[in-house]
């Protein structure tokens, strides 16, 4: 029999699919706006959520990503007030027909973006570029043809970028490599080993474990290439908005503590005050969770000379030194830089002001997120809860690039001469 979704699933058992339905709705995040019923596919239009006190509340997709975003943030945070007499409703078109339709989601089957078993799941973009650029870089050393010889274009996917990054690595101009790659297993597939870099504190440091920057270029590599002398790491990594961390906080901001509104582990404190994150407030947002909007308490805060040492230290450790950063993009280039000990200090800059929005960019959800930015990046935390509970599960530091000192952008069109 047929698997259907539920209110419950969508609305609020876990944040994966809640997240994946609302995105679905706003076609954000690579996800299309289509649902699979039993009378064929569903274009949706918009969803109407009628919450447990009556009122309802419209979601469809704005022209202004800002205000997708709030509308995510909204949906996922009033999630659990469908609950006891409450329901989600797609309002839209089957495909090939002009007629308007309103259905529940229980008419909805549970495809495999859902959980479900019809054998389709969203590829994860990050994965398949990664196995796509390996895999390229092994046909170039086993000397399958990049480029073609005529117009020196590049013939597959990455051709052209994958010939750089092995003459740049090769080279002797960054990252103390001075010899061309050895003959045999050249180039070593590292990312499945999801190698831990565990958050660490004391009273007066916050980091990523090791507190080196420069050690962490073997841990971020994804790919390591071989050289008759040395190794070159290589980040890979895929999409606008990436992740410097990814850390469970269970044993961090403890429930009993928080109910107390009394954090006292070392990292607990040492992560809220780098950020200027106010502990009363911070713990309110959860306790108070599904009763009051925090959007009053949205705030610009000015870090003391200590709040910007502890960030430093964090940030220092979290982006690290001594790889190349490969960044896959979506229309098939990427972005090449070597981060050494020089850049890592220039992007791990503090700034003088950070906004830190409680409840999240509508103040309703079970989060806390904070928001600044240095010449190099644009940063992104946020504290909240992935799961089913209330109480923070994971601390996320996300960031985009803005500009870094020698990156270039490679596509099949480069030019090859200028390796």
């Known amino acids: 029999m047929a698997q259907m979704l539920s209110n419950k699933e969508i609305a609020y058992k876990t944040e994966v699919k809640t997240t994946t339905f609302i995105n679905k709705i706003l076609s954000l995040d690579g996800y299309g706006p289509d649902f699979k019923t039993e009378k064929g596919l569903f274009c949706s239009d918009f969803a109407t959520v009628t919450y447990h006190d009556k009122t309802t509340k419209k979601y469809e997709r704005q022209a202004a990503k800002k205000n997708n975003e709030l509308l995510v943030q909204e949906y996922i945070a009033r999630g659990p007030f469908v609950k006891d007499g409450g329901k989600v409703e797609v309002t839209g078109k089957f495909i090939g027909s002009k007629k308007t339709e309103t259905l529940r989601v229980s008419k909805f089957l549970k495809t495999g ?35 073609d010889p005529l117009t020196k274009k590049g013939l597959h996917d990455y051709s052209t970028a994958v010939k750089y990054i092995l003459a740049k690595t090769s080279g002797n101009e960054l990252g103390g490599q001075n010899s061309p790659p050895r003959a045999k297993d050249a180039v070593e597939d590292t990312g499945s080993k999801n190698t831990s870099r565990p958050i660490k504190a004391s009273p007066q440091k916050l980091y990523i474990r090791p507190n080196a920057p420069l050690k962490h270029g073997t841990l971020l590599a994804d790919v ?27 044993q961090i901001f403890k429930e009993a503590e928080m109910k107390k509104k009394n954090i006292t ?57 001594d790889y190349w950063m490969v960044h896959g993009q979506p229309d098939k280039s990427v972005n090449f830089y070597y981060m050494d000990k020089t850049k890592n200090e220039k992007a791990s800059e503090a700034p003088k002001d950070v906004q830190v929005k409680y409840g999240g960019a509508g103040g309703r959800a079970k989060r806390v997120d904070v928001e600044f930015s240095n010449t190099s990046f644009d940063f992104s935390l946020n504290i909240r809860n992935k799961q089913s509970g209330v109480y923070p599960s994971h601390i996320m530091l996300d960031y985009t690039t803005k500009t870094i000192e020698g990156k270039t952008n490679i596509t099949n069109f480069s030019n090859p001469d200028e390796f």
């Open 224 to 250: 390591k290439v071989h050289h008759i002398s040395g190794t070159s790491n290589l980040s890979l990594k895929y999409g606008t908005t990436l992740t410097f961390m990814n850390a469970g906080v269970m």
């Open 113 to 147: 973006e859902f959980g479900g078993q019809d054998g389709i799941k969203k590829k994860n973009l990050g994965i398949v570029f990664e196995k796509d650029f390996f895999k390229r870089l092994q046909e170039c050393l086993a000397g399958i043809q990049m480029l």
């Open 265 to 321: 582990t070392q990292k607990g404190k040492n992560i809220l005050a780098a950020f200027g994150i106010d502990e009363d407030i911070f713990c309110d947002v959860f306790n108070e969770y599904g009763k009051k909007n925090f959007k009053d308490k949205h705030a610009t805060v000015t870090l003391t000379g200590k709040q910007q040492k502890l960030l430093i230290n964090l940030l220092s450790t979290g982006i690290g030194a």
